[in-house]
């Protein structure tokens, strides 16, 4: 059954968004408007937040309530920034929301798949695109 | 003989006549100073007593020329005094007017009962310039416009390592969602 979403008006077509080592940018505030964008806007389903240093623990937390109830199936944040329990909680969350859609796993969306790299895994190394992977695209793959 | 008003043109010399000395000093025009060399000379064989008197003498006529400012100041007419009066209830005026702008009357006039000066505060948040950064515009243009290469949005391709927060507070405002309903695709499953 169809549902319907509150969706992007202003932008529908970012599937992916880096934002790493931006610390004077990125502080609480916006980590926490990061964390509703992110639950609100189902397009972006991969998110880098690596070597952001200036956000608080209890920011994390609520970051990672947000990424649980995301589109976000692919990300990476910088060990060294968070617990490694707030770790296991987010991939715990990002990999059951790999079940919400197949964007990361369409053929028809390798070209931003491959674009789609340093997360914690990438989703070019998912088996099923393996038939889909030019010769050339090989090198993206980790160790096979 | 010589008058001592004529000599006595400028306001300094006016209050050196009004001093109880009574020294009697040649007009300008009869005094013919020595030739450079000369001078030097004269200069280098002064005693040190000289110098000093003659230091002695400038800060006499400072502290004298204090004086009479404060003579004038206080012998202002009760005209001036009222303009000076509205020309202060017309700062008060603009002090209100500023502090309705930048929001913060208390500051202002907390800052301004402190000094006693009125002093321009700029309303314009700092930072402010960096989001006319072409770089920036054109990324806020093309979030706004939808573009397509944004689907892998790479901010450091766009930004520098020291955006300010006003910056990326524009950026995802750009990517923020709305009330907007809108049906899903086929991607999403439930």
């Given at each position: 059954?169809?549902?319907?979403?509150?969706?992007?008006?202003?932008?529908?077509?970012?599937?992916?968004?880096?934002?790493?080592?931006?610390?004077?940018?990125?502080?609480?505030?916006?980590?926490?408007?990061?964390?509703?964008?992110?639950?609100d806007?189902?397009?972006?389903w991969?998110?880098?937040?690596?070597?952001?240093y200036?956000?608080?623990?209890?920011?994390?937390?609520?970051?990672?309530?947000?990424?649980?109830?995301?589109?976000?199936?692919?990300?990476?944040a910088?060990e060294?920034?968070?617990?490694?329990?707030?770790?296991?909680r987010?991939?715990?969350?990002i990999?059951?929301?790999?079940?919400?859609?197949?964007?990361?796993?369409?053929?028809n969306?390798?070209?931003v798949?491959?674009?789609?790299?340093?997360?914690?895994?990438?989703?070019?190394?998912?088996?099923?695109?393996?038939?889909?992977?030019?010769?050339?695209?090989l090198?993206?793959?980790?160790?096979? | 003989?010589?008058?001592?008003?004529?000599y006595?043109g400028?306001?300094?010399?006016?209050?050196l006549?009004?001093?109880?000395?009574?020294?009697?000093?040649?007009?300008?025009?009869t005094?013919?100073?020595?030739?450079?060399?000369?001078?030097?000379?004269?200069?280098?064989?002064?005693p040190a007593?000289?110098?000093?008197?003659?230091?002695?003498?400038k800060?006499?006529?400072q502290?004298?020329r204090?004086?009479?400012?404060?003579?004038?100041?206080?012998s202002?007419?009760?005209?001036?005094?009222?303009?000076?009066?509205?020309?202060?209830?017309?700062r008060?005026?603009?002090?209100s007017?500023?502090?309705?702008?930048?929001g913060?009357?208390?500051?202002?006039?907390?800052?301004?009962?402190k000094?006693?000066?009125?002093?321009?505060?700029?309303?314009?948040?700092?930072?402010?310039?960096?989001?006319?950064?072409?770089?920036?515009?054109?990324?806020l243009?093309?979030?706004?416009?939808?573009?397509?290469?944004?689907?892998?949005?790479?901010l450091?391709?766009?930004?520098?390592?020291?955006?300010?927060?006003?910056v990326?507070?524009?950026?995802?405002?750009?990517l923020?969602?709305?009330?907007r309903?809108?049906?899903?695709?086929?991607y999403?499953?439930?």
């Amino acid at each position: 059954m169809a549902r319907s979403f509150r969706s992007a008006q202003h932008n529908d077509v970012v599937e992916a968004l880096y934002i790493q080592n931006f610390n004077i940018g990125m502080k609480d505030a916006q980590f926490a408007k990061l964390g509703n964008i992110l639950r609100d806007n189902p397009s972006i389903w991969a998110i880098n937040v690596g070597e952001i240093y200036q956000i608080e623990n209890s920011t994390w937390e609520a970051f990672a309530d947000c990424i649980e109830e995301s589109s976000v199936t692919h990300m990476y944040a910088s060990e060294h920034t968070i617990t490694g329990v707030l770790k296991d909680r987010l991939r715990d969350a990002i990999r059951k929301n790999r079940s919400k859609h197949n964007r990361h796993i369409d053929p028809n969306n390798i070209d931003v798949i491959q674009q789609i790299t340093h997360c914690w895994w990438n989703p070019i190394n998912a088996k099923i695109l393996r038939p889909y992977i030019k010769n050339n695209d090989l090198g993206l793959l980790g160790s096979r | 003989m010589y008058l001592q008003s004529e000599y006595c043109g400028t306001h300094e010399n006016f209050v050196l006549k009004s001093s109880p000395k009574k020294s009697y000093d040649p007009p300008a025009s009869t005094i013919t100073p020595p030739p450079k060399k000369k001078r030097a000379a004269v200069v280098a064989s002064a005693p040190a007593s000289a110098s000093a008197s003659k230091s002695a003498q400038k800060k006499k006529t400072q502290v004298e020329r204090l004086n009479s400012t404060f003579s004038d100041t206080e012998s202002d007419s009760e005209d001036d005094r009222e303009t000076k009066k509205q020309a202060l209830k017309a700062r008060n005026v603009d002090k209100s007017a500023t502090a309705n702008i930048v929001g913060s009357a208390e500051n202002t006039e907390a800052d301004s009962s402190k000094t006693g000066h009125w002093v321009r505060r700029s309303v314009r948040e700092a930072g402010q310039g960096d989001l006319d950064n072409p770089h920036v515009v054109e990324l806020l243009t093309n979030l706004l416009m939808n573009d397509e290469n944004l689907k892998v949005l790479k901010l450091k391709k766009w930004l520098g390592p020291d955006a300010n927060t006003l910056v990326m507070d524009a950026v995802l405002d750009g990517l923020e969602v709305s009330e907007r309903e809108m049906a899903t695709d086929g991607y999403i499953h439930f």
